[in-house]
């Protein structure tokens, strides 16, 4: 079956650190992949993509990694701040299909 | 046009009762999706169009469950004889059609909240 996992349900680290999330798919050929960060009571808001022919993409303090013979991205945000706070979506969309699917996010908790 | 918007912003209704849901898409984007989202859970898909076409629908869409378009602008979504299991956050997303068509990046709403008695 078809699953998108995202690394564990809440991640708590410390300021100044970088949080590190990871997103594993199974039975997917994406053509590219998509991070969102969602606040609570709010929609998903866009952050990076990063195509199938990509491995590395950075804007700021993010970086996103996309392994198509591990299924795997790895998220980064470096120098984290509270305000990083939040959920973190991966999401993924095949080549001939419409729909995007999620992940179910790791809420990351940034500590002070 | 400073986003995507939805409304209402919190909706709660009795079990069997219909209920409607608006979402007006960021003005040039031609395509328009349907999401569920449940606590603890990611943005499920539901429908997507193109223009005033629908042209894709989940399984999860159940009969009771139907969407429209109907100039290409705005989109409804409307769910009959609600039942608790509709209880969720339904999120309205749009984008433009990329002309490569190879990706696109979507921009969501800030969501309904429905709970259902």
């Known amino acids: 079956s078809q699953k998108i996992e995202q690394n564990s349900e809440a991640l708590n680290i410390q300021e100044g650190k970088t949080a590190t999330l990871t997103c594993n798919y199974t039975?997917?050929?994406?053509?590219?992949l998509q991070w969102y960060r969602q606040d609570p009571g709010r929609g998903p808001v866009f952050l990076l993509l990063?195509?199938?022919?990509?491995k590395e993409k950075r804007k700021e303090r993010l970086k996103v990694t996309f392994d198509t013979t591990l299924k795997q991205s790895l998220f980064h945000i470096t120098a984290s701040q509270p305000a990083d706070s939040a959920t973190y979506l991966c999401a993924l969309r095949e080549n001939n299909n419409n729909d995007m699917r999620f992940g179910a996010g790791t809420r990351l908790t940034v500590k002070p | 046009d400073t986003g995507v918007s939805q409304d209402p912003r919190h909706k709660i209704t009795k079990r069997g009762q219909n209920v409607t849901f608006r979402c007006d898409p960021i003005?040039?984007?031609?395509?328009l999706y349907w999401y569920r989202q449940t606590l603890g859970q990611g943005p499920e898909f539901l429908t997507y169009f193109q223009n005033e076409a629908q042209l894709e629908k989940s399984r999860l869409l159940s009969d009771r469950f139907s969407a429209e378009r109907p100039k290409g602008s705005f989109s409804t979504l409307e769910i009959q004889r609600t039942e608790q299991g509709d209880s969720a956050m339904y999120l309205c997303?749009?984008?433009?059609?990329?002309?490569?068509?190879?990706?696109?990046?979507?921009?969501f709403g800030p969501g309904t909240r429905l709970l259902v008695l």
């Open positions: 039975n997917y050929s994406p053509a590219y």
């Open positions: 997303a749009s984008s433009l059609e990329s002309p490569a068509g190879a990706w696109e990046t979507q921009y």
């Open positions: 003005s040039e984007h031609n395509r």
């Open positions: 990063i195509r199938e022919n990509e």
